[in-house]
């Protein structure tokens, strides 16, 4: 089993930056796939990013590409969200996740970190 802890999380003025950082430990050889999701007040969690065990392939939702940069860090089993130009739609809690693909399905993901919350002010 793998246990994921976030951190990073804050409020932040709209046009903004703030990066997240997820800590991987556990079972962390069998991590094949990272994701980025998010949730909303009175919203289902959605997809927002997602990579390979290293970062070398990486897949965006239409709503971040261009300003959030999911990145991997395997010598500190970490994962990091930069995300830069944030507007209130971005206002969210946002938790990590892993799997055993490389997905940006919510389904396939079998491990979930506790969330942290993202708040940006127009």
């Known amino acids: 089993q793998v246990q994921l802890v976030e951190s990073g999380g804050g409020l932040v003025q709209a046009g903004g930056s703030l990066r997240l950082s997820c800590a991987a430990s556990?079972?962390?050889?069998?991590?094949?796939?990272w994701g980025w999701f998010r949730q909303a007040p009175g919203k289902e969690r959605e997809f927002v990013a997602a990579?390979?065990?290293?970062?070398?392939?990486?897949d965006y939702a239409d709503s971040v590409k261009g300003r959030f940069t999911l990145s991997v860090d395997l010598a500190k089993n970490t994962v990091y969200l930069q995300m830069s130009r944030l507007t209130s739609e971005d206002t969210a809690i946002y938790y990590c996740?892993?799997?055993?693909?490389?997905?940006?399905?919510?389904?396939?993901?079998?491990?979930w970190g506790q969330g942290t919350q993202v708040t940006v002010s127009s």
């Open positions: 996740a892993t799997a055993r693909r490389f997905t940006r399905e919510k389904d396939q993901y079998n491990s």
């Open positions: 556990g079972l962390t050889f069998t991590i094949i796939g």
């Open positions: 990579s390979n065990f290293n970062g070398g392939h990486t």
